[in-house]
T-cell receptor
Framework: RKEVEQDPGPFNVPEGATVAFNCTYSNSASQSFFWYRQDCRKEPKLLMSVYSSGNEDGRFTAQLNRASQYISLLIRDSKLSDSATYLCVVAGGGSQGNLIFGKGTKLSVKP | GAVVSQHPSRVICKSGTSVKIECRSLDFQATTMFWYRQFPKQSLMLMATSNEGSKATYEQGVEKDKFLINHASLTLSTLTVTSAHPEDSSFYIC????????????FGSGTRLTVV
């Protein structure tokens, strides 16, 4: 089983749509969770951290279920500029605290 | 905010030559530097972790004699791909962590290496 698994997509949605991404992780000792965004041929950029209580940042909502080892990201009212690959990232399972990346889910928002 | 400057952004080299990639932390001390590699349509995979002044710790399957990492100062870490081959062509990216920040990571902008 891969450490961090995501649906690779692509998700092709019209502007204004709501889209949800899911992610599962295998290491129950993981301590921190993030969603990153990666544009083509660019470095990943932190979108938001994910907390057990759930957190929202504008049109973006992230949820964490530690019991199920499941993370989600919801994007409401999607914009053309949301087109990117969304990476589920987990940290804290290793001794050095390195980040472990999922393969990413590609989102394409169409006019 | 914290910035990591990574150079070069793109390099094409001949098979058998060596390539050095630099990552410099600006305005903060990078006590730990993570080096990742990303092949097309794949996830970022950790290659090695280096702490300033110590030898790097390599992930399983990553040849330490081929991928030389130097982290001699708190603001500079380098990755040298020695005797590069076409299969080393990839996107290499560093990520620095500041002293005292457990999960505060700053990424470099990445280096796209093509070996011909």
């Amino acid at each position: 089983r891969k450490e961090v698994e995501q649906d690779p997509g692509p998700f092709n949605v019209p502007e204004g749509a709501t889209v949800a991404f899911n992610c599962t992780y295998s290491n129950s000792a993981s301590q921190s969770f993030f969603w990153y965004r990666q544009d083509c041929r660019k470095e990943p950029k932190l979108l938001m951290s994910v907390y057990s209580s759930g957190n929202e940042d504008g049109r973006f909502t992230a949820q964490l279920n530690r019991a199920s080892q499941y993370i989600s990201l919801l994007i409401r009212d999607s914009k053309l500029s949301d087109s990117a690959t969304y990476l589920c990232v987990v940290a804290g399972g290793g001794s050095q605290g390195n980040l472990i990346f999922g393969k990413g889910t590609k989102l394409s928002v169409k006019p | 905010g914290a910035v990591v400057s990574q150079h070069p952004s793109r390099v094409i080299c001949k098979s058998g030559t060596s390539v050095k990639i630099e990552c410099r932390s600006l305005d903060f001390q990078a006590t730990t530097m993570f080096w990742y590699r990303q092949f097309p349509k794949q996830s970022l995979m950790l290659m090695a972790t280096s702490n300033e002044g110590s030898k790097a710790t390599y992930e399983q399957g990553v040849e330490k004699d081929k991928f030389l990492i130097n982290h001699a100062s708190l603001t500079l870490s380098t990755l040298t791909v020695t005797s590069a081959h076409p299969e080393d062509s990839s996107f290499y990216i560093c990520s620095a962590r500041d002293r005292g920040q457990v999960y505060g990571y700053t990424f470099g902008s990445g280096t796209r290496l093509t070996v011909v």
